[in-house]
């Protein structure tokens, strides 16, 4: 099965530097890869689909790459804010079919 | 954007008693709902898939018989924790998509279930 890796568990920074997250897969390659956005005591909010044959995807401030030969995504946040702060979580579908495998996520928290 | 409404928002209860949890999608027909359990610092598992009108498909492991999820219609499922006991303590949370991998899940805002 799918094992999704989100290397720091925790990342601390400061108002206004970028914050770049990682999450690395294993075995076979997905055609999507998700982030997703989780509050404490809240449901995920979807941010990002990149697709395998794009390599960055931007959103406002977000942007996510795509390495396919590294197994690897890149999550940044550039210009962080403290409303930025909270976990984010890295998803892709299963090899057999469209339900989705998730990191435990890296907890962002933005200082003012 | 889709609006997924979860509720109850949290529950307490005795050993033993069953809790239902609704799951609705307010202004899409979700093909499909997904129902996931989470552990405090621990990825999402998921536990189940619900499509309407036709029976759950459960993950391994998962009790179906402990587990009861009714998808009655395209906005709505239920899942029901019968006779629970403290070891089902979580946060449950459901999802709802159309279904392929190109769709985002939209996430209701969970269910912290403590049962003492």
């Known amino acids: 099965s799918q094992k999704i890796e989100q290397n720091s568990e925790a990342l601390n920074i400061q108002e206004g530097k970028t914050a770049t997250l990682t999450c690395n897969y294993t075995?076979?390659?997905?055609?999507?890869l998700q982030w997703y956005r989780q509050d404490p005591g809240r449901g995920p909010v979807f941010l990002l689909l990149?697709?395998?044959?794009?390599k960055e995807k931007r959103k406002e401030r977000l942007k996510v790459t795509f390495d396919t030969t590294l197994k690897q995504s890149l999550f940044h946040i550039t210009a962080s804010q403290p409303a930025d702060s909270a976990t984010y979580l890295c998803?892709?579908?299963?090899?057999?079919?469209?339900?989705?495998?998730f990191g435990a996520g890296t907890t962002v928290t933005v200082r003012a | 954007g889709a609006v997924v409404s979860q509720h109850p928002s949290w529950v307490i209860c005795k050993s033993g008693t069953s809790v239902k949890i609704e799951c609705r999608s307010l202004?899409?027909?979700?093909?499909?709902m997904f129902w996931y359990r989470q552990f405090p610092k621990q990825s999402l598992m998921l536990m189940a898939t619900?499509?309407?009108?036709?029976?759950?498909?459960?993950e391994q492991g998962v009790e179906k018989d402990k587990f009861l999820i009714n998808h009655a219609s395209l906005t709505l499922s239920t899942l029901t924790v019968t006779s629970a006991h403290p070891e089902d303590s979580s946060f449950y949370i459901c999802?709802?998509?159309?279904?392929?991998?190109?769709?985002?899940?939209?996430f209701g805002d969970g269910t912290r279930l403590s049962i003492l």
């Open positions: 202004d899409f027909q979700a093909t499909t």
């Open positions: 998803a892709t579908h299963r090899s057999n079919d469209y339900k989705l495998s």
């Open positions: 999802s709802a998509s159309l279904g392929q991998p190109n769709q985002p899940q939209h």
């Open positions: 619900s499509n309407e009108g036709s029976k759950a498909t459960y």
């Open positions: 075995n076979y390659s997905p055609a999507y």
């Open positions: 990149i697709r395998e044959n794009e």
